[in-house]
C-alpha cells in the first residue's frame, strides 16, 4: 500500500479549510505552512508534542490570534475578516475558564444571554444541555466549588449550548486524573455524536486520539506529519516522527528490492507496500505486538532474550540479535537468556520513507 | 518555627503602649468631663450631644460630602488610567506605575504649596488665562481647589489595587467571553468589570477612608474657615485644648469607618458570604 494514500472514511462537506497558514511569534516560526481540510461532523484531533503548533492553529480558528499567512475558511467564507466574537465557533478551555462570579447556570446561559433570546428558551436549553453534560440538579452551584470533571463539563455545557458549528477543544482533560479523563473519552465522543456538529480536539496524548477521533492530525514543530483515521496513523505511519509519537515501535533502515520485497538487517521479507524506487533506502516500522516469537529453526530473524517486563496484559521483552535489539509484545511467557526465533507477516512490516533530517 | 514565635513579644508590647492604651485613653476622654482627674473622674454624655448641634453636624456632613466626590472623582479617573495602564507591555506599566507613585514620594505639604502657586488668584493658571484673554478665575479656598488636591493625593490610592486586580486576571475569562459572543463592550461591563471589583472596592475603600480624616489638605487649600472633621479634630485638641471633645469626635469617625469597612466587605465578592 501507497503510504501516501489517505482513506478518507466518509465523505462530507468541508467546513474548515485551511490553505498555506503559518503563524510568527516575534520571530518564532510555530505554523510552517498548514494546509487541512476538516469536515462537517468531523471528530478531528490535532495531535503532537508540547510547541508543535496545535493551540495556536485552535486559537487562530476561534480568533484569539491572527495567522501571520494563509488563509482559513469557514463555510467559503474568509474566517480571518470575522471578530471572534461574530464566528460560529466555541471553545473549551484548557483550564475550564469558568466565571467565578456566576453559578453553574449562568455561567451555561452566559452566551444565549447575549444573544437576548427569551429567558424561557434559555432555561429550556440550559437545562437540555446540562441534562447532557449529565448535571442536573447543579444549576445553583458555585463554579469555583465543583470538581475538575464537574467543571469540565459545565465548559461543555457553556459551549455547545450555543449550537456552535464547530466546538474546539484545547486539551481538556489534561487536569483530569486517569480514570476521569477515560470517563470522559467515552463521553465527549457520545455527545460528539449526539450533537452531530464538528469537534477539533487538541491533546498531545497519543490514546486519547486514537480512542476518540474519525480522523488524526500529527503535527511536529509547526508542520503536519500525517493526516488519516487512527488505524491509518497505526499501522501506516509515514515517517519515523509518527511512528515514534504514536505508539511503541522498532525502526529499522532497511532497502526495498521490489515491490512487496523488503530486505533489513541483511535478511529479506515479503510486505504488502509498493510504489518504492528499486533499491530505495526506507525505514521499517515494526510494532513490538506484531512481531511472532517463534522456535529457533523457523525464525526470520534469531536472537537471545536479554530482558523481560510484566506491562499486565502482556511481557515485554528485548530481543537482541547481531544486528540490534528488538522490542516485542506477548501475552507468552520466554525464559531470561533463551534463544528464539521470531517472524514477521507480510502485512506487519510497514515500510516508511526515510525523514530529511 | 515555634522558637520564631517569640519574636512577636515585643510587638505585642508595642502595639499595647501605642494603640490600645490611646484608644482606651481616647474613649475615656470622651465620656468624662474635662475637669476630671485622676482620682475624680466625672462620666458624662455631654460630648457626644455635642456633636449633635447643628454646627458641627454641618462639618460631619461637608466631610462626607467630599469624601464621597473625591472617591467619585478618584474612581472615574482612576479606572481607566489604570485599564489602560494594564493593556502597555510589561516594561511600560512598570514605568506608567511608577510615575503614578511618583507624586507619593514627595512631602504631602510640598505638594499642597504646589498647588497654592498653580490655583490662587495670582498664581500661575490664572496668569495663563489672562495672557489668553481670558478672565481669571477664583479658584483657591473653594471646594474645587480642596477636591482637587485630595484627588490628586489619593489618586494612586485607587489607581494601584485597581491595577493590580485588573493584571491579575486571568485573561482566558476575557477570550471566553469574546468565545461566547460578548463584543468588546460587553466583554468589559460582564467580565472584565466583576473581576476587577475586588480592586475597585479597596481603591473606594482607602480613598474615602483617607479623605474624610485628611486635615492638611483642606487646611491649606480650603482656608481657614474650611473646616471638615479632621480640622475640628485638630483645633479641639490644638487650639481650643477641649481633649474630651475631641476624643469623642474621633471616636465617631472611627465608628464611621468601621461600619463602612464592614459595609465594603460584604460587597466583596473576593470575602463569600455576600450572597
Known sequence: ?357 | MKHFKKLINPYIVWSFFLIVVPLFLIVLYSITKGTSTLVNITFTPEHFKKIFEPVYLNVFFKSLQLGIITTIVCLTLGYPMAYIISKASESVQGILILLVTIPMWINTLLRTYAWISLLSDNGLINRLLSVMGIAPAHMMYTDFSVIMGLVCDLMPFMVIPIHTSLTKMDHSLVEAAADLGANKVQTFTKVILKLSLPGVISGITMVFLLSISTFVIPKLLGGAQYTLIGNLIEQQFISIGDWNFGSAISLILALIIIALMRFMNKIDPDEKGGE
Not at chain 1, 427569551?118 to 436549553?125: A, L, Q, R, S, Y
Not at chain 1, 474519525?214 to 511536529?220: F, H, K, Q
Not at chain 1, 507496500?273 to 522456535?295: H, M, Q, S, T
Open chain 1, 1 to 357: 500500500m501507497n503510504p501516501y494514500y489517505i482513506k478518507e472514511k466518509k465523505v462530507s462537506n468541508t467546513i474548515i479549510e485551511i490553505k498555506g497558514l503559518t503563524k510568527n511569534f516575534d520571530d518564532q516560526q510555530v505554523l510552517r505552512g498548514i494546509d487541512l481540510n476538516i469536515h462537517e461532523n468531523e471528530f478531528l484531533t490535532l495531535l503532537g508534542p508540547s510547541g508543535c503548533g496545535k493551540t495556536t492553529i485552535l486559537r487562530i480558528i476561534a480568533g484569539f490570534e491572527e495567522p501571520s499567512q494563509g488563509e482559513v475558511l469557514f463555510s467559503g467564507e474568509d474566517l480571518t475578516k470575522i471578530p471572534s466574537y461574530k464566528r460560529e465557533v466555541n471553545t473549551v478551555f484548557q483550564k475550564y475558564s469558568l466565571f467565578p462570579f456566576l453559578n453553574v447556570y449562568d455561567n451555561v446561559a452566559f452566551g444565549l444571554n447575549l444573544k437576548k433570546v427569551d429567558k424561557e428558551i434559555i432555561h429550556e436549553k440550559v437545562t437540555k444541555m446540562l441534562g447532557l453534560v449529565g448535571l442536573q440538579g447543579f444549576e445553583k452551584r458555585d463554579v469555583t466549588l465543583l470538581s475538575g470533571g464537574q467543571q469540565q463539563r459545565v465548559a461543555i455545557a457553556r459551549a455547545l449550548v450555543n449550537e456552535p458549528k464547530v466546538l474546539l477543544l484545547d486539551e481538556p482533560l489534561g487536569a483530569l486524573d486517569a480514570k476521569l479523563r477515560k470517563e470522559m473519552q467515552t463521553e465527549l465522543k457520545k455527545i460528539q455524536q449526539e450533537v452531530g456538529i464538528t469537534f477539533i480536539f487538541v491533546t498531545h496524548d497519543q490514546e486519547e486520539a486514537l480512542s476518540m477521533s474519525d480522523t488524526v492530525v500529527v503535527l511536529n514543530d509547526g508542520v503536519i506529519q500525517q493526516i488519516g483515521t487512527p488505524i491509518d496513523i497505526y499501522n501506516e505511519p509515514e515517517n519515523r516522527f509518527v511512528a515514534n509519537f504514536i505508539g511503541e515501535s522498532n525502526i529499522i533502515e532497511g532497502t526495498m528490492l521490489d515491490d512487496c520485497l523488503v530486505k533489513f538487517d541483511d535478511v529479506e521479507f515479503v510486505c504488502v507496500d509498493k510504489g518504492f524506487k528499486k533499491n530505495e533506502e526506507i525505514e521499517v516500522v515494526l510494532r513490538p505486538e506484531d512481531i511472532k516469537i517463534v522456535d529457533l529453526k523457523d525464525g526470520q530473524l534469531r536472537g537471545k532474550v536479554v530482558s523481560e517486563v510484566f506491562k499486565g496484559v502482556h511481557y515485554e521483552y528485548i530481543v537482541q540479535t547481531d544486528k540490534r535489539d528488538y522490542k516485542v509484545h506477548t501475552t507468552e511467557f520466554y525464559n531470561l537468556g533463551i534463544e528464539v526465533g521470531m517472524r514477521l507477516d507480510p502485512d506487519d512490516i510497514h515500510v516508511m520513507y526515510t525523514m530529511e533530517y
